[in-house]
């Protein structure tokens, strides 16, 4: 879609752009004056502010913007005050967008009369997932009429030139073609990537790299210049809220300040590339525009003054604010969440045992029948299949390929998507494969979507559900049977369940539903359908339609003997998942003198429950499948030395699987590496006898 619109743009337009540039100048010029003051590392806009402007014109209050951290003209356009920036810029509390916690121009929003900007992340190019995700959503919502929009929104998403190389960007661009969905990817070359030049980084600049996307439109335009780039960001935002698809705009921009404040200019560049920028200033190009169009120079003189008293009045005030208390440290780690306790019925009367594959099916379809919110998406879920465990079977058929669909195989979209879905308020179920093919999709869980409410000060908690099938049996080999709970476990902001039986998981599942925040359900695949021998208890009756079973509560699933735990001689294993199943069996070969935990969920982790049931008994094992070195496993058991020592009558044992790099496929191997009851009978026979 070339660019080919002439259309006169106003004076009012004119001027008000000229205002926005003088101010951009002169916060810029301001920051730099006082590098003593703005101690953190920001950004800004200049050589970047018509195309800015220019796209930020064009947005109305249903729109949605991703802008990145040079974006602050943009900002400025939709109607942010310079205060309002220098409050972020040097960490106040009252900072609009994160409370002081993070980077100058990383906006989030959900200011009624502007576009809204879900949390944005410093790492350059991953903002392009989650705002696919919003614009995935917002066709979603008008496919079901789940709201009313006074104009068909219109997503946009800015990046850098040099972020297009990412791998994640791709496959935004590969969803947002396939399916049609309302966004403009704003790409602003400058032709530089921190030091890195654009012969050493890319082939092409992204309207080419762009073609092979079939139903992807693209144009060029001048980023320096405002009239032009005004027409053209209106032709493309005309474009995509009339006609619903997916548009590249690729904006020529020049660098005029420095990278970041940290990364300054004279590190890299010669004088002849600095000339060659500053001469395409787009202030520069307005001002030659507006003079000969017949505006008195005065008139852009007095436009410029007042923009440096604005800029100077609004920084005295934001230095003189307060800081953030430092009791504020720990809030909007996570939204809290309606369900604290466990309600409903769990074991109903004549009710039949279901394996948890089924219990998993039951729960989804009765959120979905109850909520058109919820939907199902990730590789093979869909009517052909429901997943390569069956896990998904049926949903396809009952609720159509537009609430239960299949994805290509883009583990960091089918994560990422999630936040920007949960932004505009529908509930993402959505499943990886295999635990083991989770880690395309860690930058993703770590960047954007586990400090997505701490860093938007609660504004933007992602509500989404992850299913992860894990586990080893049966020899699934080294890239289906991995346990990766203890690299999860080390991300903050999200939440982590581990059922052992159908009851639990149902009940979780649920809860999950309801939780605000991001979850991920580990599943274990030998647990599926109680094939493995020893795991018929995985099977349960299946609770009713009301039952929820609250995060962070675990359960004894074998008592000791009261009277063996009186004279000091019991031991607690504490353990999930198929370690249940381990302990369940080994505990018959000691009469009443082994307790066993159920932990049912690892963050929130039922720690008062365990450091309770420890001091009972004096001895402890904490049991896992996964690696035992440097694990969940090994710290937990570190706490539970902490918080129990004066209790102990041995050290805390961990016992795991052993430290190879992969589960081999060979089952003797396979046998070898993992532990079970066998192994665990010895390890509470040795620590009986001490």
């Not at 050589?47 to 949605?64: F, M, N, P, R």
């Not at 614009?135 to 800015?158: M, R, T, W």
């Not at 420095?258 to 001002?287: C, M, N, W």
């Not at 009301?546 to 000791?560: H, M, N, S, T, W």
Request: glycine share 8%.
């Amino acid at each position: 879609m070339e660019n080919t619109l002439h259309e006169k743009v106003s004076q009012d337009i004119l001027l008000k752009a000229y205002n926005h540039m003088m101010l951009a100048k002169a916060m810029a010029d301001i920051y730099e004056e006082n590098r003593n003051v703005c101690k953190y590392v920001h950004s800004t806009s200049r050589g970047h502010e018509a195309i800015q402007l220019a796209t930020a014109y064009q947005l109305k209050k249903e729109d949605w913007i991703s802008p990145y951290y040079r974006d602050e003209s943009i900002l400025l356009g939709i109607g942010f005050e310079p205060y309002q920036l220098m409050l972020q810029l040097l960490a106040k509390a009252d900072d609009p967008f994160s409370g002081g916690r993070s980077y100058y121009s990383h906006p989030s929003s959900r200011d009624e009369n502007k576009p809204k900007i879900i949390h944005q992340s410093s790492a350059t190019g991953m903002q392009t997932i989650p705002t696919t995700g919003v614009a995935q959503g917002l066709k979603y919502i008008q496919d079901f009429n789940l709201q009313h929009f006074e104009n068909n929104p219109v997503v946009v998403c800015s990046l850098g030139d040099n972020s297009v190389t990412e791998g994640e960007v791709s496959e935004a661009l590969q969803f947002a073609a396939l399916h049609q969905l309302p966004i403009i990817f704003l790409v602003q070359d400058n032709e530089w990537g921190i030091s890195v030049t654009k012969e050493e980084a890319r082939t092409c600049d992204a309207y080419d790299f762009v073609a092979g996307f079939t139903g992807l439109s693209r144009m060029r335009v001048d980023g320096t210049d405002f009239a032009e780039s005004f027409e053209a960001m209106k032709k493309a935002v005309d474009f995509v809220r009339t006609e619903r698809k997916p548009l590249v705009v690729c904006a020529k921009t020049v660098l005029i300040g420095h990278h970041t404040s940290g990364v300054r200019r004279e590190f890299y560049r010669d004088e002849e590339d600095l000339t060659k920028h500053r001469a395409k200033d787009p202030g520069e190009i307005l001002r030659k525009q507006l003079l000969e169009s017949g505006v008195d120079e005065d008139q852009l003189k007095q436009i410029t003054k007042k923009a440096r008293l604005e800029a100077e009045e609004a920084f005295e005030k934001a230095k003189n604010a307060e800081d953030p208390k430092p009791e504020t440290l720990m809030q909007h780690i996570f939204a809290p969440t309606p369900i604290t306790e466990e309600t409903g019925t769990r074991e109903p009367a004549n009710g039949e045992k279901i394996v948890m594959v089924d219990a998993a099916i039951h729960a989804i379809q009765e959120l979905m029948w109850k909520h058109p919110e919820a939907l199902l998406y990730g590789q093979d879920v869909g009517e052909r299949i429901g997943g390569v465990f069956r896990e998904t079977v049926t949903l396809g058929k009952k609720f159509g390929s537009k609430r239960v669909f299949n994805t290509a195989i883009q583990e960091a979209y089918i994560i990422g998507s999630t936040a920007g879905m949960s932004a505009v308020g529908l509930k993402p179920i959505v499943e990886v494969q295999f635990a083991d093919y989770i880690y395309p999709g860690i930058n993703q869980l770590i960047t954007e979507i586990s400090k997505s409410n701490y860093l938007s000060g609660g504004k933007f908690p992602v509500s989404n559900i992850i299913r992860v099938p894990i586990g080893a049996y049966g020899g699934g080999g080294p890239y289906h049977s991995g346990s990766v709970e203890s690299i999860l476990a080390n991300i903050k902001g999200i939440k982590i369940a581990y059922p052992s039986n159908a009851a639990d998981f149902k009940g979780l599942l649920k809860a999950a539903y309801y939780d605000p925040n991001p979850v991920i359900m580990l599943e274990h695949k030998g647990l599926y359908w109680s094939k493995v021998p020893g795991t018929e208890d995985a099977k349960t009756i299946e609770p009713a339609e009301d039952y929820v079973l609250p995060f962070g509560k675990g359960k004894v699933v074998i008592e000791a003997d009261q009277n063996e735990t009186e004279k000091g001689r019991t031991l607690l294993v504490v353990t999930y998942g198929m370690g249940v199943y381990w302990a369940k069996e080994a505990v018959k070969n000691f009469n009443g003198r082994v307790e066993v935990i159920d932990l049912r969920t690892l963050i929130p982790l039922d720690e008062e429950l365990v450091f309770e049931r420890v001091k009972a008994h004096g001895k402890c094992i904490v049991l896992t499948e996964e690696q035992l070195n440097n694990s969940f496993a090994e710290a937990f058991a570190h706490r539970i030395s902490k918080n129990c020592f004066k209790y102990l009558d041995a050290p805390v044992e961990t016992m795991g699987s052993l430290d190879v790099p992969a589960v081999p496929i060979n089952l003797i191997l396979e046998k070898e590496m993992l532990p079970n009851a066998e192994k665990l009978s010895k390890k509470i026979a040795e620590m009986l006898q001490q």
